[in-house]
């Protein structure tokens, strides 16, 4: 006697770490915030960031 097998797919949970849509939209969404966020400093002080941080 055989086991009837499943018709329908397993819905299996979205992984918590590594890569996964979530943490690349995640990640995304950081770096667009940074880009801006840096794009306001080089507006605001006249520098670039390097000079507004000391290094240049």
Do not use: C, D, H, S
């Not at 397993?10 to 880009?35: D, H, Q, S, T, V």
Request: hydrophobic residues 45%; positive net charge; glycine residues 10%.
């Amino acid at each position: 006697m055989t086991q009837p097998q499943p018709t329908t797919t397993p819905k299996f949970e979205e992984p918590k770490f590594g890569f996964n849509r979530y943490a690349e939209r995640l990640n995304g969404r950081a770096a667009m915030i940074g880009f801006v966020i840096t794009l306001l400093i080089e507006f605001v002080t006249g520098q670039g960031l390097l000079a507004w941080l000391g290094l240049n």
